[in-house]
């Protein structure tokens, strides 16, 4: 399917059935599979065939749904992860360990924030956060002997910065390590890193990719750009054998696009269990046909709210990259022509107590702790999703304690704006 238009991707890629085999993508609900010999089974605990022995490890249903993924990317192999959560703690200890060093983004989503800040620095793997408008040579003095993966996010959750993925990726590979690109809020359909010089691409398919709140779940995809073995040194776990597996040492036997998802299959799917469910997997395919239209949705409410906010007295800031005056607008010209999300961030004059006024008044969009969903709704990080940072904290990642996350689903955009001008009266 790689010849084909992203739009087709959604729709045809992962999954062709045979002669008399289902149309749609068959649920696989079985926790374990039937081989005739123990050779035969022994063979697939030792990498040396390709098969399913137990769904924590893999499922046929998630292989055809993370496949459609990788397509849809411009990947080399991919994974499906219970989460987003999952996804990107995956993507970075699957390279990293105790003694190393991550650079990241300051503006990153609340709870990948404090995975990489909080319990990953527990495991020994120490951060260093820089502004995603830092300059190449301040983005250079972050990295240290031991930094191993550079992280970020396309349009981040919730400040909605836009990443400089070009100079990001050359930093990273000036220094011989990997970026590592979260791309939850674009989705392909409006942003391919890969393409800017992502090795790595992670998602919380439960947002857009879903688009129903139906699922839980996670995705990495594999750009199967990154030559491991080049710097061996950096990365033992992919380039040296790997003891609790056979002596396998992955960056050799299955070569520089398959080395990093078989390495998070084998050895951290195993261990961790992050599995996402068949049913799940089978629900995502169903949001993952109908993406392409649903974003451009999407987009054009999100264009509309962020114009009529942008223009009210009680409104100190909107944060849209489509709008022309955005800090960020230029850079999503260049990496986002068709429009980023639907997601808009504002501020409103009053902080906190004015922000969860207007929320109380809202009739149709619902306050959830959710985002990137077909219907509406919003939430106040400071007192959510991000309510483990300090105040400084979130000044830092672009996010004050006033500030409303807004959601705009696939309605009507006027009825939209209807309902956030009867609540902004209400202040």
């Known amino acids: 399917m790689s010849d084909y238009k992203i739009n087709t991707k959604c729709v045809q890629s992962g999954y062709t059935p045979g ?3 289902p149309r749609q993508i068959p649920i696989i609900q079985s926790t ?10 022994g063979a697939l605990f030792d990498l040396e065939a390709e098969g399913y022995f137990y769904t924590r490890l893999q499922n046929p249903t998630n292989d055809m749904v993370a496949a459609k993924i990788c397509d849809m990317e411009g990947g080399s192999a991919a994974m499906l992860t219970s989460s987003g959560q999952a996804a990107n703690f995956f993507a970075l200890f699957n390279i990293c360990e105790n003694g190393s060093h991550i650079v990241a983004s300051s503006s990153i989503y609340g709870g990948t924030f404090n995975l990489i800040s909080v319990t990953l620095k527990k495991m020994g793997i120490d951060v260093t956060f820089v502004e995603p408008t830092c300059t190449e040579e301040e983005l250079n003095a972050a990295f240290q002997e031991n930094t191993r993966a550079v992280f970020g996010e396309t349009i981040a959750n919730p400040a909605l910065t836009v990443l400089d993925i070009e100079l990001f990726a050359k930093v990273a590979h000036e220094h011989g390590v990997p970026l590592i690109i979260d791309n939850t ?8 890193p890969i393409e800017w010089g992502a090795d790595i691409v992670t998602h919380s398919t439960t947002k ?31 380039c040296t054998p790997d003891d609790s597996y056979h ?11 398959g080395a990093f998802i078989t390495k998070a299959t084998a050895q951290l799917m195993r261990d961790f269990g992050c599995i996402q469910s068949p049913q799940n997997a089978f629900i995502l395919n169903l949001g993952l046909e109908s993406l392409h239209v649903r974003m451009a949705r999407h987009v054009e409410n999100g264009q509309a709210v962020a114009e009529f906010l942008d223009a009210q007295d009680k409104v100190s800031k909107v944060n849209y990259s489509g709008l022309p005056g955005d800090r960020y607008y230029e ?10 999300c639907g997601v808009v961030s504002f501020e ?9 006024k207007f929320m109380g008044a809202l009739k149709m969009i619902a306050i959830e702790t959710h985002v990137a969903d077909a219907r509406s709704c919003c939430l106040n990080p400071a007192t959510s999703t991000h309510r483990q940072m300090t105040d400084e904290q979130l000044e830092a990642a672009g996010i004050p304690a006033g500030l409303v996350r807004l959601s705009c689903g696939i309605e009507d955009k006027e009825d939209l704006i209807a309902d956030l001008t009867q609540a902004l009266a209400a202040i």
């Open 19 to 21: 002669n008399g085999e």
């Open 185 to 192: 809020f674009p989705t392909p359909v409006n942003c391919r």
């Open 32 to 41: 374990t599979f039937k081989y005739e010999t123990s050779e035969a089974m």
């Open 331 to 340: 850079l999503a010209q260049k990496y986002l022509p068709n429009g980023g």
């Open 247 to 257: 002596g396998i040492t992955y960056a050799e036997k299955f070569g520089q696009g």
């Open 208 to 238: 857009y990719m879903d688009g129903h709140g139906a699922g839980v779940g996670g995705a990495i995809v594999d750009s199967g750009n990154f030559d491991w073995m080049a710097h061996a040194d950096k990365f033992p776990g992919l």
């Open 348 to 356: 409103l004059k009053g902080g906190r107590d004015a922000a969860l």
